[in-house]
C-alpha cells in the first residue's frame, strides 16, 4: 500500500462538488455536453476530460426517511490494479508516490485498461486515441502540495495525508457512525484490490453508493497478463497493427457512407 | 499593499506536518522534474470569491498578465484552500478550455459597448466616449422634464428634487467602493427608485 | 450576521432554517462540521426538501413553505412551557420585565393586533400603535416587573401569544410528524443553559415571504430567550447569497435608507432639523445620528456643504411615502412613469419576481443601461420570447464590465468582514470596472449640467466628485478615504467613527466603514494575519465593521458581573485589575459608559438597551409595521384556511400592487393546488447570468428542472426527466396572451414527499431559479411563476411560497 493517500469520507459529502470542478479546472480538461436526465449526477459517466465526479444516490431507510448519499467517483489506485495488468504496452505503472498512471506516451490507446477496469474510471480520448484517467495530481504531490480534489472539499470529506494515519481516522470515524446508528458504515477499500490510494469510509453498503460490493480484477485478465508478459514487444506490434487496421477499414467505411448520402 | 507572499510550493498550516512528502522518505524533488507544476514561475494574486456572502479567498496564479490558475486561498482563514464548484470555476468566467483542451477566451463575455438603436434587431459596436455622452443626455432629458423640485407639505412648500421617471437597480457584485458611487450618483440624478439583490 | 463563519466551530446546536447552507453557503459546512467533530454539535436543517443540507443533518424538520411562524412560534412555546430558557439572561438582557399598555391586546379571531385599522392608500391594514408602547412613570421611566409575573409583561404576553402553538397544531400546519418536531426543539432548546451556544443560521427561506420580517423577528425571540446573543457560536446569522450583499446594503442600493442604515428623507423631513429631530433618539448608539448624517452630507457636497446650507440637505431627494422597491418600481413601469433605467449587473428578468410581466413592462422604457460582463436578459429583453424588436423603441446601451479579479475594491461578506480583492488581469477587451464607469458616467453628466444648465443642476454640479487619478484611471484610495473618514481641516484619516462630528469638521461617507482605511500604507482592510492561536476571531485578518468587533452585542456574552457564561469560548470580560472590558473581540460598549450602564444597556443599538421579545418602536428606533409579535399568516397563495386564526388568512399588512394576482378564490385553489418554491442550487448562481456561461458548471447543471414526488409522477403519468408544465396564477394575469406556463424536465425524486397538511395530502414542486432565455445554457425562469407580492416591512417578494399546476407536456 502507499504511504500516502486520500481517505474519502462519504458520510461528510454534500455534494457541493468543488472537487469535480476543482479536477476540471487544475487539469485543465474541458466540459462534456450534458443532459438533465432526472439526477443532479452528471456527467453521467468518467470519461477522457471526466476523472472524477460526485455520485448522488437516493434511498428509503428503515426508519421510513430518505438517505441521499453522496461520494466520489474516480481511479481507486489500487494495489493490485487490474489496468496495469490489463494493459499490453505496459503504459500504466506505478509511481513513487504509490499511485498508479498512464504514460501517454506508451499508451496504444488499445482500450484494454479500460474494459477491465472494476471501478469503470478510465477514459478514452478518441482524439488523441489515448486513455486517460485521474493521475492523483502527480504534478502537484511532486511539488508537495495537496491533489486539487482533496485541496477544494470544504468539509473534511477528502482528506489527503499518510496512509498509517487516515486508515486509523478511517476506523475511529467508522466506530462513530455506528455509535450513531449506522450499522453498515464501513472502511471500504482496504481489503478490496489489495488496497486502494483512495480509502473510503462509507455510512452504509457499496452498492448503495454505487460502488462494487466486491472488485476483483477479472480472471481472463490475469491469465492475458501470463500469456503476453514473456511476449510484450511482439503483442504491443501486434495489437497496434489490429487497431490501426480496424481504425483505417473504419474511417473508409465511414468517407463511404458520406459518399453515399 | 501588505501581502503575506507565500509560495504555493509550501504546504501551510497543520495539514503540512502530516502530508508533506518529503517529510515521508519520498524523493519528490526527482518526481517534481518528471511532473513539473504549471504554476510554477506565476505571480500569486489574492482575491476575494465572488459568489455567496462567505467571502472566501482565491489565489490567482497569473503569468504574463493572464490568470492560468484560480484557487482556494490556503492562507485564508475562513476557506483554508477549500472551495465549492462555482469557487474552483471561476476560471471559466475568463477562459475555457475546447474540445481539445485549448484554452480560448470566453465567447460570452462582453468586449464592446454596444448600442441598440430603437426597432433594431441587433447592436451595434460603439466606443465608450459616444456612449457615455449619449447617456448623459439621456438622463439629462429625462431627469429635466420629470423632476419634482418642490410639494405641498400641510401648507408648507418642501424641496423634494426627486425624480420617478428613472429606476436604479445596483448589484452585490460589485465593490463597496463601486455602489457608493453609484449611491452618489443616483442620489445626485434625483432618484428614488433604488434597489438591489438583497429585494431582488 | 451578528457572528461570523469561523465561529459556528463554537455551536452546540446549529439550526438551518430557511437556508440550505450546504448548497448555497458551502463553506460555512466546514466550520459546522469542526463543530460536529469536536463538540458533538448537532445539525437541524427545516426546509421543504431534502435538500443537501439535509442530507448531512443529525434532524431533519420537512416544514410546508410560508409556514416558519408555526414551526418557530412553536419553539418559543416549547421552550416557555418548559422553562428552557436563560432565566437571569431574559430578566436582564430583555425586555421580557417591561410592562406593555393594558390596552394592547390581539384578536385571535380575526388574527389582528389592537389598532388596526384600512389603510386607503396600500389597499391593506395598517396600525394606529399607540397601544403598543411601554408604561412608563411619571418622569418617562419604563415600568417593569422582574418577577415576569405581571399578565402586561412582555414575557406573559409572549406566552399568551404562542400558547396555540402546540406541537400537535404545528405538525397540522406545516406537514411536519409530531416526533420529529418535538425531537428538534428539544435539541435546541437544550442550548438554553448558560455556557452552551445554539445559532441559527437562515437565508431567503426566512425572508423572502409576504411575513419574512417576522420571521427574523421569531429568531430574535429564540435566541434571546435561550440566551444566544452576542456569545460565540450563538447568534441570529444571516447568511448573506452574494460576495457583497451586506456590503451593497451598507452603501444603501437601496430607496429607503442612505449609506449606513441611516432613514432616507421623507417629504415630512423639510429640514435637516426635521430629519434628525425624527430620527435620532435621545440614548444609546442611535443618538450619535447627527454625527453621521452631518459627515456624510459632507462627503456628498465637500465644500459646497456647509452649516448655513443645511449642508446640502436640499439636494438629497426626499421620498414621497411610497414604495420604490423593484417591485412597485416596475409598475411605474407598467404605467409608463418609469422612462429610463440604469440597470448595474442586475437582471431582474430572471431574478425578479413575475418576471414574464416585467420582460413586457420594459417595453415602456425610453431607453436601458446595462452594466454585465456577459450580455444578460434584462438587457436583451427586447429579443426575449414573445418579443418583435421592430415594435420596441427601447435604446439600450451595453456597457461591458470587468469580472471580479479584473479589478480592485472591497467586498464585505456576511460576517460584515471587509476583505481587499486585489486585481490579477486586465479586463477582456473595451470592458471596464464599475468604478472606472461610473466615475466616467458621472462625470460627463456633471460636464452637460455645467455647460447647458437645466432643472436644478446644483444638485448634480454640487455635488463633490473628483476621483480622477492618473492616466484616465479612476484612484480608488480616493474613494477609499472618503468612506473611511477624513478630517476637513487637513484631509487626514479618521482612526474611527468616534472621533465623526456634527459640525462639519469631518467627512465620511459610511460611518460603519470608518477605520476600514485608517491610514495608506497598510489600511485596515487589507490586513492578512491569520490567527495562530485564538477563538478563530482573527482579528488581523481584514476589518469588520463596527469597529473591527466580531461578534456584535457581546456585552451579552457575560453574566451581570462581567464574567462569560462560556469561560471556554470568552469573547469579552471584565477585568477587575485593570477596571476595564478587554477579551478575544473589541468589547461592544462605548469607552464612555461604565460597568453599571453598559450592564444595563447590553443591546446599545435599542435607545431601550435590551433585546426586545416585545418589538415595538421606542424613540424612533426599531418596530415593525405588522405586529410586536411574529403570528402565523399564510403566504399570499395559501394553499389552505389559517388553522389558528380563523378569520384570517395572509399578512394584513403584506405589500400588494396588482389586482388578481395571488390565489384567493376556492376556484383558484383548484385551479393551482400542489405548493411550490423556488431556490438556488450551488452549480449556479442567481439569475444564472455568469454561470450559465461557464461550461464546467454547465456540465453538472445543464438544464432547468422541477423537483416533485414519485407519487406526483405517478399521478400525472410521468418518467423521471420527462417534460412538464407548470402553471402559476401569474402567468395567467400577465400581459403575454401566448404561453401560460413554464416547460421544465421533472426530476422525479424521493426527496419530496407529499405533504400531509390538516389532514389534507399536498403536492410540493421545487424549482432552482437560475434560468433564462440568453447564454450557452437557456431554460424556463422559475421566476415566470412567481408573485409580486411584498413583506409588510421590506417588500422583498414572496419567491418561497406559492401555488401552481402541473401538467404532462406531451
Redesign the interface.
Known sequence: MS??MCLIDA????????????C???N?????????????E??PRLSS??WMRIKFR???NENG??????SKQGCMHCTDAACMLACPAGAIYR???GTVNVDEVKCIGCNYCAATCPYTVIGFDR?ANKARKCTFC?????????P?CA??????SIT???SD?LIEKAARRVEQLKAKGKTEARIYGLDEVGGTAMLYVLADKPEKYGFPADPHVPIQTRVWNAIYAPFRVFVVIAVALGLWANRSYSKKVEEGKNKTT | MQLTRRSFLKLTGAAAATATLAGMGLNTASASAAYPLRIKYTKEVPTICTYCGVGCGIICSVRDGVIVNAEGDPDHPINEGTLCSKGSSIFNVSYIYEEKGKPIVNPKRLTKVLYRAPGASDYEEKDWDWALDEIAKRIKDTRDRTLVETVDVGGRQVTVNRTNAINWLGSAWCTGEENYLFHKMARAMGVINIDHCARL | MTNHWNDYQHSDVIMAIGGNTAENHPISMKWIEKARETKGAKLICVDPRLCRTAAVSDIFVPIRPGTNIAYLGGLINYILENEKYHREYVENYTNAPYLINENFSFDENTGLFTGAEDDPVRSATKYDMTDWQYQTDADGNILKDTTLEDPNCSFQLLKKHYSKYTISNISKMTGAPEDTLRDSYEVFSSTGEAGKAGNILYAMGITQFTHGAQNTRAIAIIQLLLGNMGIAGGGVNAQRGQSNVQGATDMAILYHIIPGYNPTPQQTHATLEDYLAATTPEKNWWSNRPKYIVSLLKAFYGDNATDANDYGYEWLPKLDGLDHSHIPAYKYMRDGEVEGMICVADNPLVGGSSSRAKLHYQKNLKWLVSVDVVENETAAFWKGPGMNPAEIDTEVFILPAAFSYEKEGEKANSGRWIQWMWKAQEPPGDAKSDLWIVNEMFKRLKALYEAEGGVVPEQITKMHWDYDGVGGEIDIVKVCMELNGYRVADGSLLTNFVGLADDGSTACGNWLYSGYYNNLENPATKKRIKEKEGIGFNRDWAFAWPLNRRVVYNRASCDLEGKPWNPDVPVIWYDEAEQRWVGNDVPDIPGSWDFEYATENPFIMNPEGVGKLFSIGYQGVGGLRDGPMPTHYEPADSPVPNLLYPQATFNPCSQRFYEDHTVETDEDRQKYPHIATSYRLVEHYQSGSVTRNQPWLNEMMPEMFAEISEEHADELGINNGDYILIESKRLQSSDDGEQGNIKVKACVTKRIKPMLINGELKHLVGMPMHWGFMGMNTGASANDLTPSVGDANTTIPEYKAFLCNVRRAD
Do not use: I
Not at chain 1, 65 to 70: F, H, K, N, R, S
Open positions: 504511504k500516502t458520510s461528510k459529502c454534500m455534494g457541493c462538488r468543488g472537487c469535480q470542478a476543482a476540471k479546472q487544475w485543465q480538461l474541458p466540459a462534456e455536453n450534458t443532459t438533465f436526465t432526472g439526477s443532479y452528471n456527467p476530460t471526466t437516493e434511498h428509503e426517511g430518505v438517505d441521499w448519499l453522496m509511481t513513487e508516490f482524439l502527480l504534478d502537484r504531490l511532486a511539488a508537495d502540495l495537496k486539487a485541496n477544494a472539499c470544504p468539509t473534511g489527503f495525508g499518510r494515519e
